[in-house]
């Protein structure tokens, strides 16, 4: 098993040259270079890269990140690995320092993130390829804040509240009820694009939002009525089977709209989560190239489109390992053949 973590770093490291690669796993039958993501954290430096083993057990102790970092999982989903689930990070709590603006959070199932503290500054946060339960980024700062949460699946509340500049890109990621994105006082730059809503109407897809830009979604069985919604822009969206179609609304603005149809999915038979089913639309679709910069409506349109429903990352995934010689003499060579997948 280190012969494998040992080749799994390695087919890591290419692609961040420039940093160190730490590992952990919180299983005593799969050892790595430490048993706790903080323990980790501490033990880095700015633009490191830590590596969380996928586990039947959970990563339950809370995390305090606040350095530039990436931490990267097997994903939400993976065919290969359990996930790595995370309770909870939170992004720095001392004022006047980074918050870890800069870091990455990739493949990971994540129950809580939180950039909440007052007098500290989140920029460029990325959540990419996540299974999310509840994400904070902001509450009554006056910092700047700037988030991307892009290709996650995303099942519980995330909230953008601030009092200061927000730049936020929420895109082509699948929301399943009661997930929604709520606000209060939000009056900065935030797109929410190319995304599915998805439940049986028992919520809504959002809460007192304001001021955002809401483009190129579907919105199955969840409303995208929410309290205290105004002055929003929504342009290109599909509604279908929710308790209230009708888009735009009040104060809210918008074209391009279709009210009440059906988006045409490849294979999704009901609203329920699963990672099985397939959300590309059909050939003949009404949301194909219907968006606003011509792609397909949903996750599998915009710049970038969702690569695939797994999480998995972007680095290679060691698909067989087999050792030719178990035992090797002193100054001897151990052979080893070793297969791995390109991720896209």
């Keep these: 098993m280190i012969i494998r973590l040992a080749l799994l770093v390695a087919c890591i490291a290419p692609a961040l040259a420039s940093a160190t690669v730490y590992t952990v796993s919180n299983l005593p039958g799969q050892p790595a270079q430490f048993p706790t993501i903080q323990a980790a954290v501490d033990a880095s430096s700015a633009g490191d890269t830590i590596y969380v083993t996928g586990s039947s057990v959970i990563y339950n102790e809370p995390v305090i990140l606040n350095r530039r970092l990436t931490v990267i999982g097997p994903g939400y989903a993976s065919p290969l690995s359990p996930s790595a689930h995370i309770n909870q990070i939170l992004l720095d709590t001392i004022p006047s320092v980074s918050g870890g603006s800069g870091s990455k959070f990739i493949g990971l199932q994540l129950d809580q993130l939180y950039g909440y503290y007052s007098g500290v500054t989140h920029t460029n946060i990325t959540v990419e390829r996540c299974h999310l339960q509840y994400v904070l980024i902001a509450s009554g700062q006056t910092e700047p804040q ?31 009820e009661p997930a929604s994105i709520g606000s209060a006082g939000l009056t900065s730059n935030v797109l929410i694009s190319n995304n599915i809503f998805i439940g049986n109407g028992a919520s ?119 050792l030719e010689n178990t035992t090797i003499g002193e100054g001897g060579s151990l052979n080893v053949q070793l297969k791995a997948r390109k991720n896209d």
């Design 146 to 176: 700037s988030w991307t949460i892009m290709h996650c699946y995303i099942v519980g509340y995330l909230q953008c509240a601030t009092n200061g500049a927000l730049t936020a890109n929420i895109s082509n990621n699948i929301f399943y």
């Design 204 to 322: 809504t897809s959002f809460s007192d939002l304001n001021n955002a830009v809401i483009s190129n979604n579907i919105f199955w069985g969840t409303t995208p009525v929410g309290t205290g919604m105004a002055n929003c822009a929504f342009n290109n969206n599909i509604t279908y089977q929710t308790p209230d179609n009708n888009i735009p609304y009040g104060t809210n603005v918008g074209s391009g709209n279709l009210v009440g149809v059906n988006p045409q999915f490849t294979n999704a038979p009901t609203q329920e989560l699963s990672f099985t089913y397939n959300y590309r639309l059909l050939p003949g679709s009404p949301g194909e190239n219907a968006g606003t910069d011509g792609t397909d409506i949903g996750i599998y349109g915009g710049p970038s489109p969702m690569p695939n429903q797994t999480g998995v990352p972007r680095i290679p995934t060691v698909t067989q390992f087999i």
